[in-house]
Structures are given as structure tokens and as C-alpha cells.
């Protein structure tokens, strides 16, 4: 086996012509581009959402409103789920990582923990934020909360 004997693997490589190496070849002239208009030309590249000058979709659609980019996204838990979870699970402290274990949550969310529903247990809970109402309801039953 020497240099003269390697061939690329089958189907590897496309047959094709190589386009605008003269009239020889048969690929030469305006090389499969056609004539005139901006795609004959070098160095054409065809902007991202371009309709041929039909208006592009994202001009089409109205817009309105505001969107906050710094706008923090809170998925919220009720104390009647923690109680519920505590109670199967036989827990104490309930922090993030009990909540994705339970699939309450995903892994990079921020938790809000509400008062809705009634809390038994003594419980040390640990969130991102809380409302009024589950800091009342925790601490009135002896737990204590933690913020994150």
C-alpha cells in the first residue's frame, strides 16, 4: 500500500463537478449560478428570516407589551404539599433538594413557599422566598424557616 493506492471511504465524498474552473470542465461560465441578481454575485449570503422581499414574519406580527429580563420566576409550593411530603417521606427538614427528589420541582428553579392549606408538623423548611402566610403558619407551629 502506498499513496497512490488510498481512496476515501464509500460514499464519503460527494461526485460532483467542481464548478467555475473554465468551459473545459463543464461547470464553467456563470458556474450553475445563473445570470444577473445578487445571488450570481461573491460574497452573497442571504439574511436570517429573508422572504425573497415578502415581509418577513417577525416584522408581520404585532408587537406589544414589556418583557422584564430581570424578572425572577418563582415556582410555587403550598405548606398542604409539604405536610403531605413530610408525612410519606417521614422528613423534618424539607429543603430544594427534597422537592426535585419528589418532582415537585426541576433542578434550577427558584421555590416560593405559600400558606395555603393547614401545617401539623414541626418542620424546618428551606426556600428561596416565602409568603406571610407560610412563615405564619411554620412558625406557629414551633418549625423554623430558612431563606436561601
Given at each position: ?24 470542465s ?12 445578487a445571488?450570481?454575485?461573491?460574497g ?41 411530603l ?17 418532582g ?9 413557599i ?19 402566610s407560610?412563615?405564619?403558619a ?11
Amino acid at each position: 500500500m502506498d499513496l497512490s493506492n488510498l481512496k476515501p471511504a464509500e460514499k464519503s465524498v460527494k461526485n460532483s463537478k467542481r464548478v467555475g474552473r473554465g468551459q473545459g470542465s463543464g461547470k464553467g461560465g456563470t458556474s450553475t449560478r445563473g445570470h444577473k441578481g445578487a445571488k450570481s454575485r461573491s460574497g452573497y449570503s442571504k439574511k436570517i428570516g429573508f422572504e425573497g422581499g415578502q415581509m418577513p414574519l417577525q416584522r408581520r406580527v404585532p408587537k406589544f407589551g414589556f418583557t422584564n429580563f430581570t424578572r425572577k420566576e418563582f415556582k410555587a409550593v403550598n405548606i398542604e404539599t409539604l405536610e403531605k411530603l413530610a408525612e410519606k417521606k417521614g422528613l423534618t427538614t424539607i429543603d430544594i433538594d427534597t422537592l426535585i427528589e419528589a418532582g415537585l420541582i426541576k433542578k434550577n428553579s427558584l421555590v416560593k413557599i405559600l400558606g395555603d392549606g393547614k401545617l401539623t408538623k414541626k418542620l424546618e423548611v428551606k426556600a428561596h422566598a416565602f409568603s406571610k402566610s407560610a412563615i405564619a403558619a411554620i412558625e406557629s407551629v414551633e418549625g423554623t424557616v430558612v431563606k436561601l
